[in-house]
């Protein structure tokens, strides 16, 4: 299984961006361990891992502790051994039964405005689920940075978005799409 692993942190100078090698990672510690090698002293550590244009699994460390994943599809840790070291110990699913995070409470903001939208409206801005898909995982991890659960499952299960089109729109929504285009394009 072919894979781009790109790690974007911030540190004291703003974001920076390297490629990181997962290959001979033995464990979820391992991968924490290269991402905190990118900038010991980063505040917050990002890393995007994309496979074979399928799966987005993104992890994250606050400075260089506390180690978070998210997961489009829970199927990639049947697919590959990068899989199953990235997911394999993740909870089953992040959705409740309502199709919220699990992990956190919707805002009444949020329900104010899918109120105040047509039924057409609300599926083109936010499409229901892929139902193939079993996004796993910490899907708050990113709320910090102005992209909710919702808004992140939406991004994951929106048709004809790449895993490489999701990380492109989170990374210029949180300042680090410049960075993680010109990794890519190195």
Known sequence: MSYFAG???RGADGWTAAELDLGGAVDLDDVAERMRDV????DVSLL?????DIYLTILRLDEGEN???FSCDSAFADESRLGALLVGDL???????DGASGSSSSSSEDSDDSDESDDDDEEDEE???DPDAD???DADLLTDFGISPQRLLALCAHEGMMP???TAEVCQIIGCGDEVEELREA
């Open 7 to 9: 790690a974007a942190v």
């Open 39 to 42: 900038d010991p002293d980063a």
């Open 48 to 52: 995007f891992v994309e496979a074979d």
């Open 67 to 69: 180690l978070r994943v």
């Open 91 to 97: 909870q089953p699913s992040v959705l409740d039964a």
């Open 127 to 129: 499409p229901a689920a």
């Open 135 to 137: 996004p796993i995982g």
């Open 164 to 166: 490489a089109d999701v």
